[in-house]
């Protein structure tokens, strides 16, 4: 079963626009929700993670919104750029401690 | 700087032939992860480690075995390999405990099973 569901499969915005990458999980019991993000032919790395005691982070033009009622929570990238082409994984994890990662969005940036 | 390292980058294998992906990290982060990655599938967990001498089986262990003989490395053993195991794998490392989990990826392993 996916625990973790992303939405959507991709995504194509223009230079300057915000992309919105939207993720859903099932278990109540996660308490640790990271971004990472993957380039063309490369490894995955953290881009940026929340936990629930906040509804919102920010990391430059990268923010996450929470929202532990609905069990939804997005990825906001502002101003996007070509740079942030890439393909982005959302991911849970509770007291299991391994991470569940949704499938990914693939965003492209057009110039 | 985090640093996990891959062996070999890309190995073409034979069905039935026995195959091992090598995993070194020089964290010193207690966990150790095996993923693979295919296309519509994402990052899937097949086996992890919590230390050495310890290995658990993630969400799709079967087909594959693994090894954690130190801190430093871990491998991904495929006994008899199917084309089905044609995938990029990756290895990662992660510090574990009670704090929020990091994980630093290696370069992935491109595997081909004829």
């Known amino acids: 079963q996916q625990q973790v569901r992303q939405s959507p499969q991709s995504l194509t915005v223009w230079e300057g626009e915000t992309a919105i990458l939207n993720c859903s999980y099932e278990?109540?019991?996660?308490?640790?929700f990271p971004w990472y993000h993957q380039f063309p032919g490369e490894s995955p790395a953290l881009l940026i993670a929340i936990r629930p005691v906040s509804n919102k982070k920010e990391d430059g033009r990268f923010t996450i919104f929470f929202n532990k009622r609905e069990k939804k929570f997005s990825l906001h990238i502002a101003d996007s750029q070509p740079g942030d082409s890439a393909t982005y994984f959302c991911?849970?994890?509770?007291?299991?401690?391994?991470?569940?990662f949704g499938l990914g969005t693939t965003l492209q940036v057009q110039p | 700087e985090a640093a996990v390292t891959q062996s070999p980058r890309n190995k073409v294998a034979v069905t039935g032939g026995k195959v091992t992906l090598s995993c070194n990290q020089t964290?010193?982060?207690?966990?150790m992860y095996w993923y693979r990655q295919d296309t519509g599938h994402g990052l899937r967990l097949i086996h992890y480690?919590?230390?050495?001498?310890?290995?658990e089986k993630g969400d799709i262990p079967d087909g594959y075995k693994a090894s954690r003989p130190s801190q430093e490395n871990f491998s991904l053993i495929l006994e008899l390999a199917t084309p089905s195991q044609t995938s990029v794998y990756f290895c990662?490392?992660?510090?574990?405990?009670?704090?929020?989990?990091?994980?630093?990826f290696g370069s992935g392993t491109r595997l081909t099973v004829l």
């Open positions: 480690s919590y230390g050495a001498g310890s290995t």
């Open positions: 991911a849970g994890t509770g007291n299991t401690g391994k991470l569940i």
């Open positions: 990662a490392s992660g510090t574990g405990g009670a704090a929020a989990e990091t994980l630093y």
């Open positions: 278990d109540s019991t996660f308490d640790y």
């Open positions: 964290n010193n982060h207690n966990n």
